[in-house]
């Protein structure tokens, strides 16, 4: 699927050229603006997204940032994840350009569905464009591990993009032969005391007496955790441990994190396709599979818990509950990733290399973008970007249009 020819080196934003024509959104840890060159595209007809953080005195937000500058710039334009245009940092602000997504994102497409569903032939089409845009991720070596569908957007051709890599991780690539993973020693200890903080927040509500009683009796080889800690360092620099086999880092976002990643057992690749699995039952059901009333009982139900599915089995159903195997080792996908799901018999004779071929992808967005940008430009409702900026610090616009507002957000636990 990826192009083999290197990407152009990102370029160096000339920020006193861009202007901000709109607010795209805003996330735990930037805000994203819609721009565009005032002197080399003066009437916006490339428009690009650009996501801006404010450096702040925790340094890790801006460690987060230059994380994901530097995993958007190893991603060569693959048709369904993003590339690095350019970048920026001065003592106030980090940000970097990416191309931009004019449909929304898949939370928002399907609140506008009736029922809140998609069918099945349309989660085929966005599922098939996830695994490969996955397969690219993990063939160079990054679990992604912030699948949702806040974080799948719409192009303007209709095709999906991920975006967001702030979570993600450089792993070292699976050994064939050597399917079971072994930390080494050092990797141990150092996770463990990385867990020390965090655990013991976590194994508060976690070890609760169901909780207990699944530890002491399981029967997939849960680890019993510690009664300890667990700490929100570990998200703080992805590259600690730059060549792990495993992770064990608690990130995620609540209803999508993997029972690995709540264990404390160490984690790797698999983790996104539990996430691929969380992701087909919300589209097909409208709803996660281990929604609880609250964080103690989501975790509960991801570690203990069998996902319901209603009506006749169907291959769909099938799919998902492999998806779904609380082992990770028996997890479609564990053994011979993207590979091993293509080969499902959902997706029975899909051609994959013609995906990016599709011409009509199940929604394309109303209106085209562009256009629209243009039109804004014309009425010179854009806004000097680094005035807008400014203006940030003040107290912010409203961000989200009623319509939004309907929608039930996922939010990524940043710190525990
Ligand atoms: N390329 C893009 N095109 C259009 N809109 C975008 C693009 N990138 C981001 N957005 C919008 O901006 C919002 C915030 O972006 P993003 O999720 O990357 O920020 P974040 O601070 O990393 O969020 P999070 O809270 O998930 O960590 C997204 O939900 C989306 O609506």
């Known amino acids: 699927m990826a192009t083999n020819t290197a990407p152009p080196p990102p370029e160096?934003?000339?920020?006193?050229?861009?202007?901000?024509?709109?607010?795209?959104?805003?996330g735990a840890m930037g805000t994203v603006f819609l721009v565009h060159h005032k002197s080399n595209d003066p009437f916006a007809r490339s428009p690009f997204a650009l996501k801006v953080v404010e450096k702040s005195s925790l340094r890790h937000t801006d460690r987060r940032a230059r994380h994901e500058i530097s995993v958007l710039s190893r991603l060569h334009k693959h048709p369904f994840l993003p590339y690095l245009i350019g970048s920026f940092e001065n003592h106030e602000i980090i940000c970097w350009a990416i191309p931009f997504c004019p449909g929304g994102d898949l939370n928002v497409l399907r609140y506008s569905q009736n029922d809140r569903v998609f069918s099945p032939a349309v989660i085929r089409f966005y599922l098939a464009e996830i695994v490969c845009a996955l397969e690219h991720l993990h063939g160079q070596g990054i679990v992604y591990r912030d699948l949702k569908p806040e974080n799948i957007l719409v192009?303007?051709?209709?095709?999906?993009?991920?975006?967001d890599f702030?979570?993600?991780r450089n792993l070292a690539p699976r050994k064939?032969?050597?399917?079971?993973?072994?930390?080494?020693?050092?990797?141990?200890?150092?996770?463990n005391l990385r867990y020390t903080h965090l655990t013991g927040k976590f194994t508060r509500f976690i070890i609760s007496k169901a909780g207990k009683r699944a530890f002491n009796n399981n029967k997939i080889g849960l680890k019993k955790v510690k009664s300890a800690r667990v700490s929100p360092v570990s998200r703080s620099n992805p590259d600690d441990f730059p060549s792990n086999e495993r992770s064990y880092s608690f990130v995620g976002t609540e209803e999508y994190v993997a029972p690995e990643i709540i264990r404390?057992?160490?984690?790797?690749?698999?983790?996104?396709?539990?996430?691929?699995?969380?992701?087909?039952?919300?589209?097909?059901?409208?709803?996660?599979?281990?929604?609880g009333k609250n964080r103690k009982?989501?975790?509960?139900?991801?570690l203990l818990g069998r996902p319901e599915f209603f009506g006749k089995p169907n291959l769909l159903t099938?799919?998902?509950?492999?998806?779904?195997?609380?082992?990770a080792t028996r997890r479609l996908g564990y053994r011979g990733g993207a590979c091993e799901i293509k080969e499902h018999e959902f997706f029975r004779g899909l051609k994959w290399n013609l995906l990016t071929?599709?011409?009509?992808p199940p929604f394309l967005p109303l209106r085209d973008e562009t256009s629209l940008t243009h039109e804004l430009v014309q009425r010179e409702s854009g806004i000097d970007f680094i005035e807008y900026f400014h203006k940030l610090k003040l107290p912010p616009p409203p961000l989200w249009s009623p319509s939004l507002d309907e929608c039930q957000h996922n939010v990524s636990l940043t710190e525990f």
């Open 12 to 26: 160096l934003l000339d920020l006193d050229n861009l202007r901000a024509i709109k607010l795209l959104g805003k």
């Open 155 to 163: 192009q303007q051709s209709g095709h999906v993009t991920l975006t």
């Open 166 to 168: 702030d979570l993600s």
């Open 176 to 191: 064939p032969d050597n399917l079971e993973y072994y930390s080494s020693p050092e990797e141990k200890s150092l996770a």
């Open 264 to 291: 404390g057992d160490g984690h790797e690749f698999s983790v996104d396709w539990w996430a691929l699995g969380v992701l087909s039952y919300e589209m097909l059901y409208g709803t996660t599979p281990f929604k």
């Open 297 to 302: 009982e989501t975790f509960q139900k991801i």
């Open 318 to 327: 099938d799919l998902i509950r492999k998806l779904l195997e609380k082992d």
């Open 357 to 360: 071929e599709v011409v009509r």
